[in-house]
């Protein structure tokens, strides 16, 4: 099995909430064959019990269409408002999530997913997550390439679009500090358009 090269001490330990017993084991397994430590929920309630006592998870795949009164979605939203520095993966087989129902920085893959397809996909929201164990460059780097996303984005994608934009921006904003970030990214992309179009 592939292991993510991009996991820290930090992003080791992942929660997988879904109410299929075999997909659930599926992920799982993936998960702690790449080396993560994992614990399983079978709904949201589940899962917001086993984050209330746990400070150890940094990484929660959800399903979004799950059996209680909370779905996946919804699940997302209420972990990013009380944890924000969870990494969230949204999946489904059957809904395909419109940009703007994800909450800011989380990604989705459509089930059917091969094993590699679901470690690169998490080892990328992991590095995205956590901007400031890159260089200087590679933060200006995703901060310049969410620009040209927003500016080609089509109209019902740009509030997503724009929101990772927001986030890439405010990676540079930690890294070099409001006013100081401009500078930085105007020296290295000199005949960039301006920003936030």
């Given at each position: 099995?592939?292991?993510?090269?991009?996991?820290?001490?930090?992003?080791?330990?992942?929660?997988?909430?879904?109410?299929?017993?075999l997909?659930?084991?599926?992920?799982?397994?993936?998960?702690?064959?790449?080396?993560?430590?994992?614990?399983e929920?079978?709904?949201?309630?589940?899962?917001l019990?086993?984050?209330?006592?746990?400070?150890?998870?940094?990484i929660?795949l959800?399903?979004?269409?799950?059996?209680?009164?909370?779905?996946?979605?919804?699940?997302?939203?209420?972990?990013?408002?009380?944890?924000?520095?969870?990494?969230?993966l949204?999946?489904?087989?059957?809904?395909?999530?419109?940009?703007?129902?994800?909450?800011?920085?989380?990604?989705?893959?459509?089930?059917?997913?091969?094993?590699?397809?679901?470690?690169?996909?998490?080892?990328?929201?992991?590095?995205?997550?956590?901007?400031?164990?890159?260089?200087d460059?590679?933060?200006?780097?995703?901060?310049h390439a969410?620009?040209?996303a927003?500016?080609?984005?089509?109209?019902?994608?740009?509030p997503?679009?724009?929101?990772?934009?927001?986030?890439?921006?405010?990676?540079?904003i930690?890294?070099?500090?409001?006013?100081?970030h401009?500078?930085?990214?105007?020296?290295?992309f000199?005949?960039?358009?301006?920003?936030?179009?």
């Open positions: 099995m592939e292991t993510l090269t991009g996991s820290t001490a930090n992003y080791s330990t992942a929660l997988v909430v879904e109410d299929e017993p997909v659930r084991t599926y992920v799982a397994e993936v998960l702690m064959d790449a080396g993560y430590r994992v614990f929920a079978c709904d949201a309630l589940d899962a019990a086993i984050l209330g006592e746990r400070r150890d998870v940094h929660v959800t399903d979004i269409e799950m059996p209680g009164g909370m779905d996946g979605l919804e699940l997302a939203g209420t972990i990013r408002s009380r944890w924000p520095e969870i990494v969230i949204v999946h489904s087989g059957r809904v395909r999530p419109a940009a703007h129902a994800l909450p800011l920085g989380a990604g989705f893959i459509a089930k059917p997913y091969r094993a590699d397809e679901l470690l690169r996909e998490l080892e990328e929201l992991v590095e995205r997550h956590s901007p400031s164990t890159g260089t460059e590679d933060i200006l780097d995703a901060w969410t620009e040209l927003q500016a080609q984005a089509p109209p019902a994608d740009k997503f679009a724009l929101a990772q934009a927001m986030a890439a921006e405010q990676a540079a930690e890294r070099f500090g409001r006013g100081p401009i500078a930085a990214y105007d020296a290295r000199p005949d960039a358009p301006e920003r936030g179009g």
